[in-house]
């Protein structure tokens, strides 16, 4: 079983449309949990940070989070074109060894389609 | 404030020879983590330095290696390159360790190993 688990799409939604991101994850002693956003050719940016159960919006934006279940989620309100990229999802984990490190699910693709 | 920069950009290696690549974090970041990506595989955490030392290290072989200077930037070393090394080299800052929804990205290293 991966540590952090994501479809890796595409997911295509038309413009206007909510588009639904999921990831979960296996480490239940995960504390912190990430989305970030890559354009083709560039370098991940983070979008959406979520510590507790529950929701958490930003602007366009809403993360979910379920412990329980070991599931995030990211929303993504009336979709724009703009929005088509890959969305990563990432969890503070713990190493081996002690310390942590963010582990990266291996992205969904999403299409924004006009 | 400037953002996370890395050099080179572009590197093509053949098989056998080593590389560096070198990362300068945002001015007053600590902490320099760097990530492997790779189609195949996603974003896999190698290393954190942070004061010089490495905090913490992911499941990479020993051929893979870094440091960090008095001035927080950081370098990584891969020796005896082989083919699998081909991937985009991410290093990302932030304030201090563990203080990941202050982490940026830099706009990584492209490796061609041949």
């Known amino acids: 079983q991966k540590e952090v688990e994501q479809n890796s799409g595409p997911l295509s939604v038309p413009e206007g449309a909510i588009a639904s991101l999921n990831c979960t994850y296996s480490d239940r002693g995960s504390q912190s949990f990430f989305w970030y956003r890559q354009y083709s050719g560039k370098s991940p940016e983070l979008i959406m940070s979520?510590?507790?159960?529950g929701d958490k919006e930003d602007g366009r934006f809403t993360a979910q989070l379920n412990k329980a279940s070991q599931y995030v989620s990211l929303l993504i309100r009336d979709s724009q074109p703009s929005d088509s990229a890959t969305y990563l999802c990432a969890v503070n984990g713990r190493l081996t060894g002690g310390g942590n490190k963010l582990t990266f699910g291996t992205g969904t693709q999403l299409k924004v389609e006009l | 404030k400037a953002g996370v920069t890395q050099t080179p950009r572009y590197l093509i290696k053949t098989r056998g020879q080593q590389v560096t690549l070198s990362c300068s974090p945002i001015s007053g970041h600590r902490s320099v983590s760097w990530y492997q990506q790779t189609p195949g595989q996603g974003l896999q955490f190698l290393f954190e330095?942070?004061?010089?030392?490495?905090?913490n290290k992911g499941n990479f072989p020993g051929r893979f290696s870094g440091r960090q200077f008095s001035n927080s930037r950081s370098e990584m070393n891969v020796s005896t390159l082989e083919l699998g090394d081909s991937a985009l080299y991410l290093c990302?800052?932030?304030?201090?360790?563990?203080?990941?929804?202050?982490?940026?990205f830099g706009p990584g290293t492209r490796l061609t190993v041949l």
């Open positions: 330095y942070f004061s010089e030392t490495q905090r």
């Open positions: 990302a800052s932030s304030p201090e360790p563990g203080t990941y929804n202050e982490q940026f």
């Open positions: 979520i510590y507790s159960n």
